[in-house]
T-cell receptor
């Protein structure tokens, strides 16, 4: 399993862009990179997923360099409601059905007014 | 379309008691998962299923059993509850596509006294 390393916590003021970087040095060829968001007392919620280069959706952007050994989740102009824990997952999706991914401790983002 | 639902939302058990947690999904997903999340920690996979009638062990299976008699339901059983099983339990499901992501339920908060 590809192990991921993320900062434990981050603080940001409202309206700023937040970048959370995840390190995954032993990522495998078949592995995708997926980010989830979790609010207190709720299950994780999918944010974005990518394999290489850049992916953007209505919520965030995901930047993946050519060597794929890291990835950066970018949240534009955060608001108080973005305060949550963000998990970076790297895994082999679909092989035998076992999503070989591991949830680490995530990054606790605190948005400050 | 309710997504993934979990029953019950809260439960208090005494050591040695047994109980079953029910997970139901209405998205016709093949794959289903049970995780536990302890305070300040990420999710850890207990058991998973790649289809009706199949189950397999995850990262922390000891003390738990599961069954997938119907495609839409995934049951997690505790035969003899222990205080170490006090946790929040999350169920998830996903489709079989290589880029499909997991959809999580709202969680069950279990306390074992």
């Amino acid at each position: 399993l590809a192990k991921t390393t993320q900062p434990i916590s981050m603080d940001s003021y409202e309206g700023q862009e937040v970048n959370i970087t995840c390190s995954h040095n032993n990522i495998a060829t078949n592995d995708y990179i997926t980010w989830y968001q979790q609010f207190p007392s709720q299950g994780p919620r999918f944010i974005i997923q990518g394999y290489k280069t850049k992916v953007t959706n209505e919520v965030a952007s995901l930047f993946i360099p050519a060597d794929r050994k890291s990835s950066t989740l970018s949240l534009p102009r955060v608001s108080l409601s973005d305060t949550a824990v963000y998990y970076c997952l790297v895994g082999d999706i679909g092989s035998g059905g076992y999503q070989k991914v591991t949830f680490g401790t995530g990054t606790k983002l605190q948005v400050i007014p | 379309n309710a997504g993934v639902t979990q029953t019950p939302k809260f439960r208090v058990l005494k050591t040695g008691q047994s109980m079953t947690l029910l997970c139901a999904q209405d998205m016709n997903h093949e794959y289903m998962y049970w995780y536990r999340q302890d305070p300040g920690m990420g999710l850890r996979l207990i058991h998973y299923s790649v289809g009706e009638g199949t189950t397999a062990k995850g990262e922390v299976p000891d003390g738990y059993n599961v069954s997938r008699l119907k495609k839409q339901n995934f049951l997690l059983g505790l035969e003899s509850a222990a205080p170490s099983q006090t946790s929040v339990y999350f169920c998830a499901s996903r489709g079989t596509g290589s880029t499909d992501t997991q959809y999580f339920g709202p969680g069950t908060r279990l306390t074992v006294l």
